[in-house]
């Protein structure tokens, strides 16, 4: 059994700005005041050939600006992360299926003056399978 957890704080405010004056003080754009992020990851032996695997890893990002003029942000979110498998106890192949943003977050990843939007994928399901040799 793995564990762990961070936390992140970032001091973003805009201290100078020749282009924008009225700006200095604002935060800086695409930066989240605060992120967290927490997993636990288990791996057991099913048989002598056959271990499981399960993870899940949340994180928590801040409220963003996505501009000096901090007129447009995207709110904090909440992002989920979950798989599952089986790989053999040689290390050899896995078979593994993920969720990921399981909570189903609907959110922009960017965002561009001018409103152009591009927005996060939904909860996507999907499975690898992966050979060492």
Do not use: M
């Not at 695997?53 to 992002?79: C, V």
């Not at 896995?94 to 189903?104: C, E, R, W």
Request: proline share 5%; net charge negative.
């Amino acid at each position: 059994f793995d564990a762990y957890a961070s936390v992140g704080y970032t001091d973003s405010e805009i201290k100078e700005y020749a282009r924008v004056p009225s700006d200095v003080g604002n935060w800086a754009p695409y930066v989240p005041k605060y992120t967290f992020n927490i997993g636990a990851q288990y791996r057991t032996s099913l048989t002598d050939s056959f271990g499981l695997f399960t993870r899940a890893d949340f994180e928590k990002r801040g409220k963003q600006y996505w501009d000096p003029e901090n007129s447009t942000a995207r709110d904090a979110l909440d992002l989920l992360k979950l798989r599952l498998g089986i790989e053999s106890a040689s290390d050899t192949w896995s078979l593994i299926g993920t969720v990921d943003n399981a909570l189903d977050e609907e959110y922009n990843s960017e965002w561009v003056g001018g409103g152009f939007a591009h927005i996060a994928p939904p909860r996507t399901w999907r499975i690898d399978f992966s050979y060492n040799f």
